[in-house]
């Protein structure tokens, strides 16, 4: 596959603005894809940026605003091969579009590069999930978003990707999280629904107050999008429908990084940016920092898996009498992260699952109670 074919080349404009070298800003270690320079391997690279524009003259100049931010920023520490693809073309119809950018992303996944996504979140969530259907995964989602898009339009035929996922396709599916809603944004139906179809949603309110308690599942997500609209207006005020609520910029950074830090993470999204509504800048800006310091979270990454060999775990079993099978915990000695052993007693799925969960999990479980998240990774696979 000629990635070239399917991306429009792109040209980047002033970085000169956070009195960092040239040398020793993240520009300098990017390869783009422009008119007189085309990617030739693929291969050689960790990382690869995308747009996603379909012709919509505010979201072009959105994403070029996010590059421009992004590439003015410093070089992580260690250094991270990154190439720009550029814009991907508009197909015919959006049928068209969303198989583009699906094989698209396939083709990164299938080399190991981690696409970071870059459009409206209507364009990208069904493709990045497409394609993980594709490579035949059980996805793992995650959205950070203030609102909850789970809606079909009947008389005209129109589907919110969530929708299509969650409800049409959802066999190919694992689990959703929503980290962030607000409840004035999200109907009591839809709460409900999610948790009727054993999915997780976490208020704004909820996951503020213990930033940390979502770490386990970016830890195990394949793929995490993080909407602009999550974030409060004075942080982000660059968005379609701004809002006072929401989590601070500071905040959404770290869970960006909780991303980048996963083991599984195969994708990464950023959407919904409109910088027609944007002041100086501030929400590109903001979007630009995401990015690093999910790119931050990639080069800490930490490889480790109880189930792998060679590294250090605690094993820690918990006995519930109001319960018929014990509880089986793991405590990294290296980082300080838990998973907890969830049984499967249906042969023609996984035998055992390793779930990523916190120390507080343990202790529910030291105090008689099953943690949440093990009972519908439970009803799962059982």
């Not at 490889?303 to 792998?308: A, R, S």
């Amino acid at each position: 596959m000629n990635l070239n074919d399917y991306f429009d080349p792109i040209a980047i404009g002033n970085t000169d603005r956070n009195y960092i070298k040239s040398d020793k800003q993240l520009l300098s270690s990017v390869c783009l894809h422009t008119i007189e320079n085309k990617i030739s391997v693929i291969e050689d690279f960790h990382i690869a940026i995308i747009g996603v524009t379909y012709t919509n003259e505010d979201t072009i100049d959105a994403v070029s605003k996010i590059r421009n931010n992004l590439y003015s920023l410093a070089l992580p520490e260690k250094k991270i091969r990154i190439c720009d693809l550029g814009n991907i073309k508009y197909g015919k119809t959006k049928q068209d579009s969303e198989s583009g950018l699906r094989d698209v992303i396939v083709e990164l996944l299938s080399l190991n590069i981690t696409p970071i996504v870059l459009g409206l979140a209507e364009n990208i969530i069904y493709p990045v999930f497409a394609a993980n259907n594709k490579l035949g995964k059980k996805v793992n989602i995650v959205s950070v978003d203030n609102k909850i898009n789970i809606s079909e339009d009947r008389d005209k035929s129109i589907k919110s990707s969530f929708w299509r996922i969650l409800v049409e396709e959802n066999d190919a599916l694992f689990s959703f999280t929503n980290i962030g809603y607000q409840s004035h944004f999200t109907g009591s139906n839809t709460i409900k629904f999610l948790s009727d179809s054993l999915n997780n949603v976490y208020r704004l309110g909820s996951v503020r107050s213990n930033i940390q308690e979502v770490e386990p599942y970016l830890r195990d997500a394949d793929f995490t999008g993080i909407n602009i609209s999550s974030v409060r207006q004075a942080d982000a005020p660059g968005r379609e429908y701004p809002s006072p609520n929401g989590f601070y910029g500071e905040e959404i950074c770290q869970i960006a990084r909780y991303a980048g830090m996963s083991n599984k993470q195969s994708a990464f999204g950023v959407f919904d940016y409109f910088s027609l509504k944007d002041n100086n800048d501030q929400t590109a800006q903001l979007a630009a920092q995401v990015i690093w310091y999910f790119i931050d979270g990639l080069n800490h990454k930490i490889l480790e898996h109880p189930n792998d060999k060679g590294g250090e775990y605690k094993k820690f079993i918990v006995n519930l009498n109001s319960f018929e099978s014990e509880l089986i915990f793991y405590k990294s000695e290296k980082t300080q992260r838990w998973w907890m052993q969830v049984p499967s007693f249906n042969q023609s799925k996984v035998k055992n699952l390793l779930i990523s969960c916190t120390y507080y999990d343990y202790q529910l479980a030291s105090k008689g109670d099953v943690p949440e998240k093990w009972l519908k990774a439970y009803q799962k696979i059982n």
